[in-house]
């Protein structure tokens, strides 16, 4: 998947976004609504990379379906992506 917000030029590595990178990517990608709870709870890059799937269901105050969705195909896949580089 491209990243939504390489074209703003943000930075590549999900550990460099702001609060505002990440609620931006969230809006990117088709969850406006959701994207002001992360703003709101204030996560950043690095916050995002560190979040568990409890977090995002339960800490975030957003409906489950959209929440799973978050967690599964985003959030994950920027964990697995930001590690995966790491251990280069």
């Known amino acids: 998947m491209a990243n939504p917000l390489k074209s703003e030029g943000v930075g590549v590595s999900p550990l460099d976004w702001t609060v505002s990178d990440v609620a931006n990517y969230f809006a990117a990608v088709g969850f406006p609504e959701q994207a002001v ?3 709101a709870q204030e996560v950043d890059g690095k916050s995002l990379l560190l979040m568990q799937r409890n977090d995002v269901l339960t800490g975030l105050s ?3 379906g959209p929440a799973l969705k978050i967690y599964e195909r985003h959030v994950k896949a920027l964990q697995k992506t ?3 580089d790491d251990d280069c």
């Open 37 to 39: 709870a992360f703003k």
């Open 62 to 64: 957003i409906r489950l």
């Open 82 to 84: 930001h590690f995966e």
